[in-house]
């Protein structure tokens, strides 16, 4: 493998001051939440993957990358390719994964027999045009999320999902690598609180200015808080309701306390009604330095026979971890340790590629997810501005 070169690999990251764990993976900021995980890339397939498949990344401008190539090894993917033309980033994802074949065009992943699929965590607004030409030339699409930022993206993306069959899948992370949210599905399905009506998501995230590209402050690039943040949830909203129809009721978004960034959105909200329940969403950059993580991440699910909370990154002032679970039913109320639950999106992600099922995402979910926030963003009006 080429030499990586230990600064270039941390700049690459975009994390000042973080640190190699002892096994040379790098450290996980759990005060900032764009990091690569804090464990070293799996080793080997987990024991639920069936197939073998070899992908390629293209684009690594978000550290979400990590997870995705994670999830995707888990689930018997082989990384065989990156095309990343910069140096700083292309070290940081070759120091943690070691001898990887570069790319020296994004012609030369598209055109490369073997590969099955792409994944990518380009900057936001590249992610739709690079989906639909890897759709086209042939071969399945994974992407950060948010993985379209227009509505007319989205048209063209599903006029070529139509006409090359191919996936274009959104890894909304909230929930397929979050285990609590695994967890909470299970108990759904299960009926554990009867029907669900409503859900209400609370994302929090932390700012860490000085860790931020250029392109994070400009909604231009990131398509505005509620398309950025915003689709975990509505992703959320429609998964745990059943709804496979939406629409957007009322929504909110604007800057209401970072002037110096006059194009950043910092604050948003929306409520969304769906043929299978209602949903709220408040997202927004404002977690303080005093909180151990970098977001107080919350999800409610209301069902006609009882309730969950999740606590996804941090039990505030008690227990320890993250993947907290409380569920009060007419038996009582108990709390669930999440901690050890299986993430199956991996395993079952390359299933689908190779076997052309829909069992870890749905196609018209995944796209309905975003075309609810792409519509809150365009319809939001400005939050009333807190006084002096």
């Known amino acids: 493998m080429q030499e990586v070169d230990r600064r270039a690999l941390l700049a690459g990251l975009g994390i000042g001051g973080a640190a190699l764990a002892a096994s040379g993976a790098i450290a996980q900021s759990t005060a900032q939440g764009n990091a690569a995980p804090d464990r070293g890339p799996p080793r080997q397939p987990d024991p639920s993957a069936r197939h073998r498949i070899r992908f390629a990344v293209i684009g690594l401008d978000h550290p979400h990358i990590y997870a995705m190539t994670d999830a995707l090894i888990r689930g018997g993917g082989t990384l065989a390719m990156v095309h990343a033309p910069d ?31 792409v994944a990518s965590a380009s900057i936001p607004d590249l992610r739709a045009p690079l989906g639909i030409r890897v759709m086209r030339a042939g071969k399945d699409f994974l992407s950060d999320k948010p993985g379209i930022t227009s509505l007319a993206q989205l048209a063209e993306v599903r006029r070529t999902i139509a006409s090359t069959k191919r996936k274009f899948a959104i890894l909304y992370s909230e929930r397929y690598e979050v285990r609590a949210a695994v967890r909470a599905g299970e108990l759904v399905k299960a009926g554990a609180i009867g029907k669900v009506v409503q859900t209400v998501n609370l994302a929090p995230h932390r700012m860490s200015p000085a860790s931020r590209p250029d392109w994070f402050w400009d909604t231009a690039r990131y398509g505005g808080i509620l398309t950025d943040i915003g689709s975990h949830q509505a992703d959320q909203f429609l998964f745990y309701t059943g709804s496979t129809r939406a629409e957007v009721v009322a929504s909110q978004a604007g800057n209401v306390g970072t002037p110096q960034h006059p194009r950043f959105q910092d604050f948003g909200d929306m409520t969304l009604t769906g043929n299978g329940g209602t949903g709220y969403v408040r997202v927004d950059w404002f977690t303080p330095d005093g909180l151990s993580t970098w977001g107080d991440g919350r999800l409610f699910i209301l069902g006609t026979g009882g309730f969950i909370e999740l606590r996804k990154y941090v039990d505030v002032a008690g227990r320890p971890g993250g993947d907290h679970l409380f569920i009060t039913d007419a038996k009582g109320s108990r709390h669930e340790d999440c901690s050890r639950v299986p993430l199956p999106f991996g395993p079952q992600f390359v299933s689908d590629v190779v076997e052309r099922t829909e069992v870890a995402q749905d196609q018209r979910q995944a796209l309905l997810a975003a075309e609810l926030v792409l519509k809150a963003q365009a319809r939001a009006k400005p939050p009333v501005l807190p006084t002096a």
């Open 87 to 117: 140096p700083k980033q292309r070290a940081a994802f070759l120091g943690r994964y070691g001898d990887v074949r570069l790319a020296r065009s994004e012609a030369e992943v598209l055109e490369a027999r073997d590969i099955q699929l």
